[in-house]
């Protein structure tokens, strides 16, 4: 079994619980292996770089050292502490200066950080480590018929980090195919749900929100799959708020990725955490009633 | 013997006087060994500066010079000249370049100065084993290659051919006329892009003095000015010129049609064997034999069959042909590329239906092209009531090409004017970041736009979508930017999106500049001798440069600089011969070894080996003077005239004079 | 004499070098602002921040609402022509303001940031209901009910533990900030 150290963030102890539950039952059933870094702590989120950067970066490096010890790629299921990662990663290895000093601070904790780390999002596990052919022969239960709006949003794909496009990926769009769904191309799919202006700026972020569900229902997607706790939570969540705000009838189903993923390799909904979510996912049950192909 | 040294400090003005102490530096050269007077001048380039070189030389019995003062790019020839005139060997003098290899590069007084005269001690010590050299005269070869049918290779090579100077004309695709035979109307005059151009194409398919090889690529340059040698592969048409009548039976009988990615820009379709447009010089056609059902499947020969010529002008064996031509200098004039509009995927080229190139467009405006002149949709039926041209597509932009291109503020100008001319009811905005109308008549044709009506948006777009939020949008493309003069983000719902794309160098631009032994830049385009001085020239001698191959232009700028290339190719061919410099390697035969190592370096083929006395030996006429061999060499033997270890040694023992003088004072053990 | 530092000059120091080019290097063109989806809620554009800070208006720029409008989807920053890191200017503003203790009053941004970084300092990870009094009194009544409404329906979803997670080391990650910031004891 391959491993990884999996650091799952903040929201995937809380609001997030599904994705966890279903990152860690997709993988196995793939054959991986999702190990959670020991002792995690927050990675500090965009609020900490309001405030102190060399501290958002301290934090963020604690969590990297932790998974240098274990010597595994270090795979984060949420965007936000994605980036963090990738980037507090990435300037480490530009600056020295900034090595030492942090690594100063990581003395206390006895780590160290000599570098470089993997720093991996978890879609890109499953399309760059799985692929699509293997997953496409683990698939026992095709998501026939359905219409999934592959939502990529911010955080994986920007800011830019080699020559990959970050206007109109498609790796999403060729994971819900390979698991036998039928994926949505529609313009929003990499425009921004609002992040945590939900909170500090709810007018801004709701505005964001309804633009994308406008988007997803005018081209009839059935579903939104997501790959970040965050935009799941905006979508979702405040789906209620959006409508009451907008005057529409959204009731758009928002799954994370893995939920879907497990559900195609056959996995029983309610180990996938479907059933704790805030806009209904009867529409779906054809897909979950299908009997299994194999 | 004893030297006589005279050395020359040049203020330039305040170039370099104002941050090198050049009364200080003429004062210290006067005390160095050699040296018989120095001065320091305002401007030594001027005549009575030279003057001064001159009379020293004649007065005091000089026999060695130094010019401390600009790079020897400019002015090596003047003082050169100048001790000519004085009665020295032209080689007896040395330069120094204290202003860009010094006072430009810092506002430190007494480090320029510092700087300066271990430049000048650096030149004196080099001077002193300066040995007298004759110019080696070359013979001009009288005929001229140009590289390129565009307007700029048409350009130049008229202007030759009327000069009386033969020249081989050598174009890529089955026709001349490059991208102005694509065009509708040229800014801002409006004349008809063709009704000014096909004159110019059929003068160069009659002229006597003009060899026309369409549809043919250079494969190897050897030799240099003068004397190049030149290898042309002239690809197999199928269709014999000799017979041929150019009626075009062949083509209308032709039962296949691909889409014309070329000269229609994608936009409309073709036969397999085709003209690329009805005024093509050569009038020839040419079996494109990828798409050709009888080259892929051994069937069909319509066009042989229609042919109406005896004997019959199709021929299916033909090969390519390998031609070998001398001629002594060479234009390139091969052009530019349109920038690939679908690295920037948020403006949606290829996914969204509508939103067209700038090439498109002109091949939709133009009256003989595929919508006959009809500006509509992809649906080709519908035209739009509303149009955005989008500007700096491409260009002025970190990610693609930091230029700018020049032309395309211009041709969107344009466009817009295209359209309120054929569609009056439609809605026309010009996005742009800054409108660039520099040139004559080009500024009163942006007050025409402005007056037509035109909206311009001053903002770069951010992109183009066709995801509808409010009715008006839906079926639209919806063009959002910051309108930056009244900063709000707006959004516009239009029917069509013309881009506007950066010019950018061949994508072969690399492999042209290595084959033919010059220079390309960053961006591809290939780099002039001079920026300003020189633009035509290249870093090697005897290759040109004409068009937009040296950096985006329109077509006034296109032909002035394809007239230019050829007064320079004629100037010296009136001239009849050149003198070289003499700067060549000569190996020392009674020491060398015979080990051969030099004969392969060579990259002139300039080396031969005398198997009877097992040396190697030089060859000067060929040799370009590179010092290649002389590095090489295992033996030291070989030596580079003006180049010699003698002379480097004592330049590096120059410039650092006050080191050596330091390191002194440090007791040896 | 030092030369003063004006403002804009201690902007751009606030960027570590290795964040794009120079904020100089704008050339003005609004991609950014084109590209932004909360321009609609800001002030004053990026733009024209950016050409704000330019011309030194210190008190205007510390005042505007943009940067804690910024959702940092750095839809900006990929397209920039000019190279800028314009989504990090905006963090590079917030701290600055933050330090200097100005920005727009009635803002939840900083508040909110101020909790969650204390909050951090306390557990190690984060935990929403911690957070929601720095925010739920600027939403007025009705959205106070309707925070607390979605609230316990997470909870009986399972969906929000009522208790935060502690990290167990969390000593030695307080002393590693100490490390950093070697004043005071963090609360
Ligand atoms: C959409 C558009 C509209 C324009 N409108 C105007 C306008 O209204 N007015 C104006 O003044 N300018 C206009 N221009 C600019 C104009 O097209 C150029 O200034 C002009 O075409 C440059 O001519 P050129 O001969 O340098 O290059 P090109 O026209 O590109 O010609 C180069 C030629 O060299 C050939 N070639 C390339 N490589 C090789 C090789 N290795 N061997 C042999 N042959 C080779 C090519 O096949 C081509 O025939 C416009 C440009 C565009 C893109
Ligand atoms: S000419 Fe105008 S459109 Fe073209 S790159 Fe320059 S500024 Fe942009
Ligand atoms: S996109 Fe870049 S160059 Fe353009 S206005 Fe914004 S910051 Fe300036």
Redesign the interface.
Same mark, same amino acid.
């Given at each position: 079994m391959k491993q990884y150290a999996y650091y799952p963030g #903040?929201s995937l102890?809380?609001?997030? !619980?599904?994705y966890h539950l279903s990152s860690i039952e997709a993988a196995r059933e793939l054959g991986l292996e999702l190990k959670e870094i020991e002792?995690?702590?927050?990675c500090?989120? $965009?609020? *900490?770089?309001?405030?102190?950067?060399?501290?958002a970066y $301290?934090?963020v490096a604690?969590n990297l050292a932790l998974a240098e010890k274990e010597n595994l790629d270090f795979v984060a299921p949420c965007s936000g502490c994605y980036k963090n990662a990738y980037f507090t990663n990435d *300037?480490l290895q530009?600056?020295p200066g900034l090595a030492e000093?942090i690594n100063?601070?990581?003395?206390?904790?006895?780590l160290h950080i000599s570098g470089p780390i993997n720093v991996r999002h978890l879609i890109e596990v499953f399309v760059e480590d799985v692929g699509f052919e293997e997953i496409k022969k683990h698939v026992s239960r095709p998501l026939k018929d359905l219409r999934v709006a592959p939502y990529y949003g #911010?955080?994986l794909l920007?800011? !830019?980090k080699d020559s990959e496009?970050?206007?109109?990926p498609q790796f999403f769009e060729d994971l819900l195919s390979a698991i036998g769904s039928d994926p949505v191309e *529609?313009?929003?799919k990499t425009?921004?749900c609002?992040?945590?202006?939900i909170? $500090?700026?709810?007018?801004?972020?709701l505005?964001?929100v309804y !633009?994308l569900l406008?988007?997803a229902a005018?081209r009839e997607a059935d579903v939104i799959a997501t790959i970040c706790p965050l935009c799941n939570v905006n979508l979702e969540?405040y789906q209620k708020?959006v409508n009451r705000e907008f005057g529409t009838d959204f009731s758009m189903p928002v799954m994370y990725f893995t939920q879907l993923l497990g559900l195609a390799l056959g996995v029983e909904p309610g180990r996938l955490g479907i059933g !704790?979510?805030?806009v209904s996912t009867d529409s779906m049950q054809f897909i979950m009633q299908n009997p299994q192909s194999s | 013997m004893s030297e006589k040294v005279g050395v020359y400090i040049c203020h330039c003005g305040t170039n370099i006087a104002k941050t090198v102490d050049v009364e200080e530096v003429a004062l210290w050269a006067g005390e160095q060994d050699h040296v018989d007077v120095a001065r320091e001048y305002k401007f030594m380039c001027s005549s009575l500066g030279q003057e001064l070189i001159e009379e020293d030389i004649k007065e005091k019995g000089l026999t060695k010079i130094v010019v401390a003062s600009c790079s020897p790019h400019m002015h090596e020839k003047t003082f050169r000249t100048a001790c000519v005139r004085g009665g020295l060997n032209p080689f007896m003098f040395e330069m120094a370049n204290i202003r860009e290899h010094d006072s430009w590069t810092t506002d430190d007084r007494e480090a320029a100065t510092l700087k300066a005269k271990a430049l000048t001690k650096a030149a004196i010590e080099r001077v002193i084993h300066n040995q007298p050299l004759e110019p080696l005269p070359v013979e001009i070869n009288p005929n001229t290659l140009v590289v390129g049918g565009g307007i700029a290779g048409i350009s130049a090579a008229l202007e030759l051919a009327e000069a009386g100077n033969h020249v081989y004309l050598v174009e890529r695709e089955p026709s001349i006329g490059g991208h102005m035979a694509q065009l509708d109307k040229t800014f801002p005059t409006l004349d008809c892009s063709a009704c000014i151009l096909t004159p110019k194409m059929v003068d160069v398919g009659q002229h006597p003095n003009i060899t026309l090889l369409t549809y043919s690529e250079v494969e190897a340059v050897g030799g240099y000015l003068g004397n190049f040698d030149v290898t042309v592969r002239k690809k197999a048409r199928y269709v014999d010129e000799e017979h041929c009548t150019g009626c075009g039976i062949c083509i209308e009988k032709c039962p296949y049609k691909v889409v014309d990615n070329v000269f229609e820009a994608g936009l409309g379709a073709r036969k397999v064997i085709y003209r690329p447009f009805p005024q093509a010089v050569p009038k020839y056609p040419v079996i494109d034999t990828e798409n050709c059902v009888y080259f892929q499947r051994g069937k069909c020969k319509a066009c042989q069959i229609f042919c109406p010529t005896d004997p019959n002008s199709i021929d299916f064996e033909q090969q390519d042909e390998i031609l070998q031509i001398v001629v002594g200098n060479i234009i390139l004039a091969t052009g530019f590329d349109l920038f690939d509009v679908s690295q920037i995927p948020q403006y949606g080229y290829g996914r969204l239906a509508n939103v067209f190139t700038s090439l498109e467009f002109e091949r939709m405006v133009n009256a003989s092209g595929p919508t006959d002149g009809k500006i509509v949709l992809r649906d080709l039926e519908t035209p739009p009531e509303s149009v955005v041209i989008i500007h700096c597509v491409g260009s002025r932009d970190e990610n693609y090409h930091k230029y700018c291109s020049k032309v395309c503020c211009m041709y969107s100008l344009k466009f817009a004017h295209l359209i309120h001319e054929r569609l009056p009811e439609a809605e026309v905005y010009n996005c742009y970041i800054d409108m660039r109308t520099p040139g004559k008549g080009y500024e009163e044709f942006y007050n025409r736009l402005l007056e037509e009506g035109t909206h311009f948006i001053r903002g770069k777009v951010a992109e183009v979508s066709d995801v509808a939020r409010i009715e008006e949008e839906e079926g639209k493309l919806i063009v959002q930017v910051a309108d930056t003069l009244i900063s709000k983000q707006r959004r516009i719902p239009v029917d069509m999106v013309i881009l506007s794309p950066a010019m950018e160098a061949r994508n072969d631009s690399q492999e042209v500049s290595q084959l033919f032994r010059m220079g390309c830049d960053f961006d591809g385009f290939f780099v002039e001798r001079h920026p300003k001085l020189d633009p035509v020239a290249t870093m090697t001698e005897g290759i040109y440069i004409a068009g937009a191959c040296q950096g985006p232009k329109d077509v006034p700028d296109t032909v002035s600089q394809g007239a230019a290339a050829a007064a320079r190719v004629a100037s010296f061919i009136s001239r009849g011969t050149v003198m070289m410099e003499p700067i060549r390697a000569s190996i020392n035969q009674e020491l060398c070894s015979g080990c051969r190592i030099c004969n392969t370096m060579c990259p002139y083929n300039a080396i031969v080996f005398h198997e009877d006395s097992n040396v190697s030996e030089v060859i000067t006429a060929l040799c370009q003077g590179c010092g290649t061999c002389v590095a090489a060499c295992p033996s030291g033997i070989i030596t580079g005239a003006h180049f010699t270890n003698d002379q480097l040694l004592a330049q590096i023992e120059g410039i650092l004079w006050d080191v050596r003088s330091n390191l002194d004072l440090v007791p040896v053990e | 004499m030092a030369a003063k530092l004006t403002f804009s000059k201690e902007i751009a120091n606030l960027l570590y070098a290795m964040h794009g080019n120079p904020i100089k290097d704008c050339i003005q063109c609004g991609t950014c602002s084109g590209t932004c989806p909360a321009v609609e809620f800001m002030d004053h554009s990026p733009r024209e921040l950016i050409a704000m800070i330019g011309a030194n208006l210190k008190d205007e720029v510390l005042h505007s609402n943009t940067y804690w409008s910024c959702a940092s989807c750095y839809y900006c920053n990929v397209r920039c022509p000019a190279g800028i890191d314009i989504a990090d200017l905006m963090y590079a503003l917030k701290r600055y303001s933050m330090w200097k203790d100005q920005y727009k009053k009635d803002l939840i941004g900083p508040k909110f940031s101020e909790s969650f970084v204390k909050m951090i300092m306390r557990t190690g990870r984060s935990f929403e209901p911690v957070l929601a009094p720095s925010y739920i009194f600027k939403y007025g009544t009705r959205g106070i009910i309707q925070e607390a409404q979605t609230a316990s329906a997470l909870v009986l979803k399972g969906r929000l533990p009522l208790l935060p997670k502690k990290i167990k080391r969390l000593e030695n990650l307080k002393r590693m900030v100490r490390r950093i910031i070697p004043i005071g004891e963090p609360s």
């Open positions: #903040c102890e809380s609001l997030a !619980k599904s002792d995690w702590n927050c500090g989120a $965009t609020a *900490y770089f309001h405030v102190d950067e060399l501290l $301290t934090l604690r *300037y530009q600056d000093h100063f601070a990581l003395e206390e904790d006895n #911010c955080q920007r800011p !830019k496009d970050v206007e109109n *529609y313009g929003s425009h921004c609002g992040s945590s202006l909170i $500090t700026n709810r007018e801004a972020a505005d964001m !633009k406008q988007d005018n969540l708020q !704790k979510d805030f | - | -």
